[in-house]
């Protein structure tokens, strides 16, 4: 993978939550080929050790580690292993999230002739799942409280580590449907601003990247159809995002180099960068 500028990051060790993602992986890389060593964590140990060989081959250090972004024990055993084969933690990546079918709706718009009416496959703001929107609620921002609180001690205690937390469109401006994943990410822009204030005596910069609309394992078949031509959602994303397109992995990049990269950030904190093709500037007239 070709970067698109270099920056030093040799002897850092970083943690990327959700590294085996299709967003995530593709940072991973780029922390690699910046002369990081990577420690992928995912919940398929199998996959986290393919990625992590392939980083390796630009001779860096790198290793799979198997943990759940929602068990602390299960956290707090993967700090152990990293730093005992790597060091300890200086940059941490929470790329882990995603959505749940049980706490998205069916319908953009709720129909009030429908309230009270039990119709087949049907899903609005009445019949979303508690447990389904607990659920995304807990894996987006649970899911980044916990490994930022297991991750950060040994940043802390050095003065000195960098947070980087992976928000969402939806969280600037709510989308249609998904209303459980919109509210955690906009908790998880919350709380980087939050953090950034309190890690801020030790030193410890904390910002976020707001992917705008990019094709993954977890949205394609939302947004495309099999044939590769888009669904009426996709085109609707589209039609909306000024630069008529979906954003590629590689053009998330320039930010996260920059971010993380204390000599040209040193003084950024609390930032949250937006990379969406112009979708959250568009009024849609």
Known sequence: MAVPFKVDLSGKVVVVTGGTG??????????GESGAKVAVLGR??????????EIAKTGNKSIGVSAD???????????????KELGPVDILLNGAGGNHPKGTTSVEYLDPDAVGKVTEGL?????????????????????????????TKAMVARRKGNILN??????????????????AKAA?????????????????????????????????????KPDGSMTP????????????????????LG????????????????SIVTIDGGFSAYSGV
């Open 22 to 31: 299709v967003l995530c992986s593709a940072m991973a890389k780029a922390l």
């Open 44 to 53: 398929r140990k199998d996959v986290a050790d393919a990625l992590a060989a």
């Open 69 to 83: 972004v929602l068990d602390r024990a299960k956290l707090e055993a993967a700090n152990a292993v990293i730093e």
């Open 123 to 151: 899903t609005s703001f009445y019949e979303l799942d508690q447990e389904g929107v607990q659920y995304v609620f807990n894996l987006n921002f649970i899911g980044t409280l916990l490994p930022c609180q297991v991750f």
């Open 166 to 183: 992976i928000s969402s469109a939806s969280a600037l401006r709510p989308l249609t449907k998904v209303s459980a994943y919109g509210a």
């Open 188 to 224: 998880v822009g919350n709380f980087t601003q939050w953090l950034a204030v309190h890690f801020s005596r030790a030193n410890v910069r904390v910002n976020a990247i707001v992917p705008g609309f990019f094709l993954t394992e977890q949205n394609r078949n939302l947004l495309t």
């Open 233 to 252: 959602r996709g085109d609707k994303i589209v039609a909306h995002t000024p630069m008529g397109r979906f954003g590629e992995a590689n053009e998330l």
């Open 255 to 270: 930010a996260l180099l920059w971010l993380v990269d204390d000599k040209s950030a040193s003084f950024v904190t609390g």
